[in-house]
């Protein structure tokens, strides 16, 4: 059974006028739980445009996405918060953490709309922060932090929903091979959890790393070759 | 032609109604031929998504639909002023041929535009749109009705001319008044007020039982709460509006909105289309319990509609009663 299917997923943007460009062509896949999937390719093949229809961040011009064997991309917005809430969790390529609030507050913030307890909500950011190796940071604003620290608490973020998939967007674009190296051991135990993670990037220390069980590669807005790990 | 601020806002915004239902009858047409959730085509993602747009639009144009019943009887009772012979509403809508058509549509209008609100509601507490079509047809239904709407409203409110010397309330729904609401004065007393009683009684009977999980209840509930609406106006009509003018010859269903009745016609109004439309959607929206994507929301939603019109229409009665109870007047068959 698959965890995410597309078919015949296709995005085209500025449709109709002299800069229409399609991001993405008739795209079929399948992807299956447990297991970390990187989408391969050089800027503009679509790989940030897959991610973000993936994860109901966005529509396709045509085709249909399934979640948890769910059809969303006929789902009314009101439906997808939901899902993008308690299914995906997100890592920006730009982390879009909240200066001038601590990194504990950055972390619980996408639950807030839950409606679940404050107490309980820190005692869940912590226990990520703590996981992260974070947890003697929770207090200090975002802005104190180091880069190799914001990625970690942006990674607590995407966690506090338990979602069930991480999606990373260019996750290592900004560090260096050893914070890069430390990211990914933190989707290692991820991915050992049962989290299915899904990467774009084009980054050889994420895409030759061993641990990565699928690479598709992406030009042009299709997939053009996969690689399976052994 | 009176060009008054609230004849220009109500031409503008039947004008509008009407256009927007046009435009979304367009898009219903497409959606009735081509709906497909199964298909993934461009064509259709594109109707999911314009969907969200035309019922966005149509629930705001419906509401004022709803609101827009009031601001006409509202306006037509502030213009009495200005046409010789009139005392009231009832006047003014008597200038020329087009006011009663036009009240009575608008009524007709205010109830189907409630109910299409409700289903439409309901559409939008599931993922699957699984009332999309029936949504759209029974807008294709009402657009005609909101155009001729507009048009008989506008050919009204042109046709306003300060010099006509029109007939006062009293001689429209007096003793010897004729035509089809006028008739209603006519109707005896006794046999209205146990008719009245009758529809309330199985309203209430049914709904508290609708209300309380017996689903069979529902169709009779919802039949009842929209008989009782027609008889609840009749009544009115026939003898609760003496007993509110301390008057047996006075049926005026206009003059109780003015201020020396307190605008208890206002109250009167509102509560009984707070009554009926929430009854009669309970009728439309019923048959779709067992819809596996409705199965959910549809027993909450069915149960707060039942209980909305029960609270208006008892909001009604009590009216009526107090008004009854503290008037003056003491008709023969008491």
């Not at chain 1, 200090?140 to 995407?158: K, M, P, Y």
């Not at chain 2, 046009?22 to 199964?38: E, F, K, M, N």
């Not at chain 2, 019922?55 to 009031?70: H, I, K, P, R, V």
């Amino acid at each position: 059974m698959s965890l995410i299917a597309l078919k015949g997923v296709t995005k085209i943007f500025n449709r109709g006028r002299p800069d229409e460009f399609a991001a993405l062509s008739d795209v079929s896949l399948e992807i299956e739980p447990r297991g970390l999937v990187v989408f391969k390719g050089p800027s503009g093949s679509g790989k940030t445009t897959l991610l973000a229809i993936v994860g109901c961040m966005a529509k396709p011009t045509a085709g249909r996405v399934f979640v948890h064997d769910r059809e969303v991309t006929s789902m009314p917005d009101r439906f997808l918060t939901d899902i993008r809430r308690h299914t995906f969790g997100f890592i920006f390529q730009q982390l879009h953490l909240v200066r001038g609030i601590s990194a504990l507050e950055n972390v619980i913030l996408p639950a807030y709309p839950s409606g679940e307890g404050l107490a309980s909500l820190r005692d869940r950011g912590v226990r990520l922060l703590d996981l992260m190796g974070l947890a003697h940071r929770a207090e200090t604003n975002i802005e104190w932090l180091s880069g190799g620290e914001a990625q970690r608490v942006a990674i607590a973020r995407a966690l506090v929903n338990e979602p069930a998939i991480v999606i990373a967007d260019e996750p290592t674009a900004h560090l260096d091979t050893k914070l890069s190296l430390d990211f990914m051991a933190a989707m290692e135990r991820l991915k050992a959890e049962g989290k299915t993670i899904l990467f774009a990037s084009h980054d050889p220390l994420v895409c030759e790393s061993a641990m990565v069980d699928r690479v598709l590669e992406m030009r042009d807005g299709r997939i053009v070759a996969e690689r399976r790990a052994p | 032609m009176i060009l008054s601020p609230a004849v220009i806002a109500l031409m503008l915004g039947s004008a509008a109604v009407g256009l927007l239902a046009l435009y979304a009858s367009a898009w219903g047409v497409r959606i009735l031929r081509h709906w497909d959730l199964q298909n993934g085509s461009e064509s259709q993602l594109q109707l999911e998504k314009r969907t969200y747009l035309v019922s966005t639009l149509m629930a705001w144009a419906f509401a004022f639909q709803a609101g827009s019943l009031f601001l006409f009887i509202f306006t037509a009772e502030d213009l009495h002023r200005l046409f010789v012979g009139a005392m009231c509403a009832a006047g003014t809508l008597n200038v020329n041929g087009f006011g009663y058509p036009t009240v009575l549509l608008k009524v007709g209008n205010a109830l189907l535009a409630g109910i299409w609100l409700i289903v439409n509601y309901t559409d939008n507490r599931a993922s699957d749109y699984p009332l999309i079509r029936k949504k759209y047809a029974f807008l294709l239904v009402i657009t005609p009705l909101l155009v001729a709407e507009a048009a008989l409203q506008g050919a009204y409110f042109a046709g306003l001319k300060a010099n006509v010397i029109t007939s006062c309330c009293g001689s429209l729904f007096g003793a010897e008044a004729q035509g089809p609401v006028s008739s209603l004065v006519g109707l005896p007393a006794g046999p209205m007020r146990a008719a009245l009683i009758a529809s309330l009684a199985i309203t209430f009977a049914s709904g508290l039982l609708f209300y309380s999980g017996r689903v069979r209840a529902g169709a009779v509930f919802s039949a009842s709460s929209l008989a009782a609406f027609f008889i609840s106006v009749a009544a009115l009509v026939s003898f609760i509006s003496p007993y509110i003018y301390e008057l047996p010859t006075h049926h005026c269903p206009f003059c109780i909105l003015q201020r020396e009745y307190s605008y208890i016609g206002y109250f009167f109004y509102v509560s009984l289309l707070g009554g009926a439309i929430p009854g009669a959607a309970v009728g439309v929206i019923l048959p779709f319990r067992d819809t596996e994507s409705l199965k959910g929301v549809l027993p909450t939603v069915l149960r707060r509609l039942a209980f909305a019109s029960l609270v208006f229409y008892a909001l009604f009665s009590l009216l009526a009663v107090y008004c009854v109870f503290t008037s003056g007047l003491v008709l023969e068959a008491d």
